[in-house]
């Protein structure tokens, strides 16, 4: 650049180089199930087009067990979107607008299922029957994320039992 006066003299030229950098693309993974009142997970994001080292800020910080390391173990009370920022070692930061997901990964939190018994169409939490009669117990989910596998200690059906007796799913 030069400039000239309104007399024509003229400025020494000066000049700058504007070096362009390269910015951090972040890849935060795919999306993750848990269980309320369960294990977490680690995230496993994938970071690229920059130099090494990052450093890495993730948001929000519910659930996390660390902000600002690349793996964070997440263990959220609830479904929880985070987002991840990296910065590069030249100084550069990963793009975050609303329109990206790729730095973005949810955990989402499962309901624990709930084993029941029922007799019949009737959920029972316990149940009298008479010496010698016999009674048929089912045993289902409610709630829970499918598919579902029932684990019970007890035969169905629940023929003249000698005693009172407690069956558990």
Known sequence: MQITDSNGCKSTIDSVTVTLLPKPIVNAGADIFICESGVGDTLRPVVTNAPSPF???????????????????ARPDSTTTYTLIATSDNGCNSFVSTLDTVSTITVHVKKLPVAAIRIGSVEVDSTDICFGDSVELEGFAREGFPPLTLFRSFDSKCRMPQRSKTWSM
């Open 55 to 73: 450093s890495f800020q993730w948001l929000p910080a519910a659930g996390l067990n660390d902000t600002t390391v690349e793996r964070p173990y």
